[in-house]
Nanobody, 118 residues
Framework: QVRLVESGGGLVQAGGSLKLSCTAS????????MDWFRQAPGKEREFVAR????????SYEDSVKGRFTISRDNAKNTVYLQMNSLKPEDTAVYLC???????????WGQGTQVTVSS
């Protein structure tokens, strides 16, 4: 069983920065990918960023490219999302997801609120 816990959300002014963390607990944590998603009120959950756990390759949703950076610390079972130049439209609950290969399924955290004021 894998448990994911996000932290680091908060209220920030437009143009500011936040760094989110998502830490996993479990005996052996070796996902295929770790993803960040976000969901704003009344909107669909949308993909934000992905990192392939073993090789570190990353990908981003177009609207966050150049502003957000996903990274991981394998030793700490933690994935990060550094968010710079935040905009009011970035306001959402941010959730992390771990995906496993070989029928291992996927797991979600409970989310952390990010609010960007104009």
């Amino acid at each position: 069983q894998v448990r994911l816990v996000e932290s680091g959300g908060g209220l920030v002014q437009a143009g500011g920065s936040l760094k989110l963390s998502c830490t996993a607990s479990g005996l052996i944590f070796k996902p295929y990918t770790m993803d960040w998603f976000r969901q704003a009120p009344g909107k669909e959950r949308e993909f934000v960023a992905r990192i392939f756990w073993d090789i570190g390759i990353t990908s981003y949703e177009d609207s966050v490219k150049g502003r957000f950076t996903i990274s991981r610390d394998n030793a700490k079972n933690t994935v990060y999302l550094q968010m710079n130049s935040l905009k009011p439209e970035d306001t959402a609950v941010y959730l992390c997801q771990a995906q496993f290969r070989g029928g291992g399924g996927n797991y979600w955290g409970q989310g952390t609120q990010v609010t960007v004021s104009s």
